[in-house]
C-alpha cells in the first residue's frame, strides 16, 4: 500500500526517469557485448554531443545546421496548410469538387514524399527549392487527407439544426463544417509536421551542406558513429519539442475539446 | 379551400417513402394535420412510426414526396427561421458556449451583438442556466444541455416551436422537471408548439390536443383534445381516465 502510494505520487516525474535509466542501461550493456567501435556508449555520444555544439561542422555550428533544417521545415509546412487545408475542406464541402479531384488525388497521394526526391532534383536543382519541395508534399497530403475527413464527417444534425435557423450555404460552411472539422484537422496539424520533419531529414541525407541531416552524413563519411547518434538524438528531441508545442496551441484554438490532456 | 385565419401550421395529406436496395419503406401515408396559432399539440406514437419525419418535413428539412406543408397559409419549401426545432440529440454546437449557442439564430439573422447577447441572456435565465453562459455543453449535464437547446430555439423567435423528443434521452426524474419546465416557458412566451413523444404521460402532461399516431405506415389513427386545466397532476383521476383512454388505443412497443 505504501509503495503503491508513493509510485502514484511520484509516477510523474519518476516513471520517466526510470524509463530513461532502463533504455540508457540497456544501451550500456548492448555497448559493452558488441564492442566500442559500432555503438558507442551513452557517455561517448554525450562527450560527442558536447564537442560537436562547441566546433563548427562544415563551416556551420550545430545550432545554425538545426536553423536550416527548421526553415526548410517551417517553409513547407506552412505552404502545405496553405494550400492543403483549404483543397481538403473544399473536397469534403462540395461532392462534385470531390468526384473530380479524388481520383488524381487518390493516385498520387500512395508515393512516398522519398519518391520525389529525384525528380525535385531534377526540377528544382540542389538548392533549397527540392528540400522544401519534398517536405511540402510530406504535409500536404496529411493536411488535405485530415481536412477532407473532417469535413466529410461533420455531424448532419447539426448541418440540420444550422439551416433550421436559415443559415445560408456559406454560414453552414464558416460557421458550422469548418469549426466542427477542427479537432480532426488538428490532428492532422501535428502529424503533417512530423511527416515535414522527418522528409526534411531525408532531403538533406541525399545531398545538402547544411541541416542536421548533413551532420549525420558527416558522421558517416567520416566514420564517427557518436557523431551519427547525436544527430538522431537532435532529430528526436526537435521532433518531440514540436509535437508538444503544437498540443498547446491546438489547446489554445479549440478550447472545447474535453479529451486533450 | 379558404384558409381558416388561426391556423398557424398544417400538414395537408402528406405522404413519404424511404428507399433502400430491397425495399420501399412507406413512413408516412396521407397525413393531414392542423394546428393552431398557439396550441400545444403532442404527436404520440411507438417508435420508428414516422413523427420524426413528420417533424422533419414540417421544418423543412425534408420534403414530403406527395402532400405539402402550409405555413401560415404558404408552402413550406425548405428550413427557416419562422419554425424553430429542438432535437432529441440536442444538436448544440460544442465549439460554442451556451451564449453562443443560445444567440445562434440571431447572429445568423445579423443582430449586432450586445442586442443578441441581451435576447440570449433573458432565455438563459428563463431555462434556469443563469451562471453557465460561458461554458461549454460538453460540460453540462443532458437536462442542461437540452435547456440550452430550449433557450436556443426559444431565442429565435420563431413562431412554431418543433421538439423531437427532447427529453427522450433523460432520466425520468430529469424528464418531469423538463416537462414542467417547457410548461413554464411556454406559459409565459406562448407559441405554436408541436412535440413528438412515444411517451403517453408526456402527452397527456403537456398537450392541448394529443394526435395519436399508428405504424408502418405512419398515419394519424385518432385525436384526442384534453381539457384538463394545467399544470397538471399525473395522479388526477381525470388525467388517469384520459391515460387509459390513450394507452388503448395505442400501440406503443415497436
Not at chain 1, 60 to 66: A, C, G
Not at chain 1, 141 to 147: E, Y
Not at chain 2, 30 to 37: E, G, P, R, T
Amino acid at each position: 500500500m505504501i509503495a503503491s502510494g508513493f509510485f502514484k505520487k511520484g509516477s510523474k516525474l519518476f516513471l520517466p526517469l526510470l524509463s530513461v535509466a532502463v533504455c540508457l542501461s540497456i544501451w550500456e550493456v548492448l555497448h559493452l557485448i558488441i564492442g566500442g567501435d559500432f555503438l558507442p556508449s551513452p557517455y561517448q555520444v554525450f562527450k560527442e554531443g558536447l564537442r560537436m555544439f562547441s566546433v563548427k561542422i562544415g563551416g556551420n555550428t550545430v545550432w545554425v545546421h538545426i536553423y536550416y533544417s527548421l526553415r526548410r521545415v517551417v517553409i513547407a509546412y506552412l505552404l502545405g496548410a496553405v494550400t492543403g487545408l483549404p483543397l481538403g475542406m473544399y473536397m469534403g464541402w462540395n461532392r462534385t469538387f470531390d468526384k473530380v479531384v479524388k481520383p488524381v488525388f487518390e493516385v498520387l497521394r500512395p508515393i512516398p514524399p522519398i519518391a520525389w526526391i529525384p525528380i525535385a532534383i531534377l526540377w528544382l536543382g540542389i538548392g533549397e527549392g527540392p528540400k522544401i519541395f519534398i517536405c511540402y508534399v510530406g504535409a500536404f497530403v496529411i493536411f488535405v487527407l485530415n481536412a477532407y475527413t473532417g469535413m466529410r464527417y461533420t455531424d448532419p444534425l447539426l448541418i440540420a439544426a444550422a439551416r433550421t435557423y436559415g443559415a445560408s450555404r456559406r454560414q453552414q460552411l464558416f460557421n458550422v463544417a469548418i469549426p466542427a472539422s477542427l479537432p480532426s484537422v488538428f490532428a492532422g496539424v501535428q502529424n503533417a509536421l512530423s511527416m515535414s520533419w522527418m522528409c526534411v531529414l531525408a532531403a538533406e541525407l541525399v545531398g545538402a551542406r547544411e541541416g542536421v541531416g548533413y551532420l549525420i552524413i558527416q558522421g558517416m563519411d567520416m566514420y564517427k558513429p557518436p557523431m551519427i547518434m547525436v544527430g538522431m538524438i537532435i532529430i528526436g528531441i526537435i521532433g518531440a519539442s514540436l509535437a508538444v508545442t503544437l498540443r498547446w496551441f491546438e489547446r489554445l484554438v479549440c478550447p472545447w475539446r474535453r479529451d486533450l490532456t | 379551400m379558404a384558409q381558416r385565419p388561426d391556423i398557424k401550421i398544417e400538414c395537408r395529406n402528406i405522404s413519404k417513402m424511404f428507399l433502400t436496395e430491397q425495399y420501399t419503406i412507406n413512413v408516412l401515408d396521407d397525413v393531414s394535420l392542423q394546428v393552431q396559432k398557439n396550441e400545444f399539440v403532442v404527436v404520440l406514437g411507438p417508435g420508428q412510426c414516422g413523427k420524426t419525419t413528420l417533424l422533419n418535413c414540417m421544418a423543412g428539412i425534408i420534403m414530403p414526396d406527395e402532400g405539402k406543408v402550409l405555413m401560415d397559409g404558404r408552402e413550406v419549401t425548405g428550413p427557416g427561421p419562422d419554425r424553430g426545432v429542438v432535437f432529441q440529440q440536442y444538436a448544440l454546437f460544442p465549439w460554442k458556449t451556451v451564449m453562443d449557442n443560445v444567440s445562434f439564430g440571431l447572429y445568423i439573422k445579423g443582430v449586432d451583438k450586445p442586442k443578441r447577447n441581451e435576447t440570449a441572456q433573458k432565455y438563459i435565465d428563463l431555462v434556469g442556466l443563469q451562471g453557465f453562459e460561458k461554458s461549454y455543453p460538453h460540460q453540462l449535464s443532458g437536462g442542461m444541455k437540452q435547456r440550452v437547446g430550449l433557450a436556443r430555439a426559444w431565442a429565435n423567435g420563431p413562431d412554431v416551436l418543433l421538439m423531437d423528443e427532447p427529453f427522450g434521452a433523460l432520466d425520468a426524474q430529469t424528464r418531469y422537471a423538463m416537462e414542467k419546465e417547457t410548461l413554464s416557458i411556454w406559459e409565459k412566451d406562448k407559441r405554436t408548439v408541436v412535440f413528438v413523444t412515444n411517451n403517453v404521460e408526456e402527452a397527456i402532461y403537456l398537450g392541448d390536443r394529443v394526435v395519436v399516431m399508428s405504424c408502418m405506415p405512419g398515419h394519424v389513427k385518432s385525436q384526442y383534445p384534453i381539457d384538463i386545466p394545467k399544470p397538471r397532476e399525473y395522479t388526477d383521476p381525470r388525467f388517469l381516465e384520459m391515460r387509459r383512454k390513450i394507452s388503448n388505443d395505442t400501440e406503443l412497443s415497436l
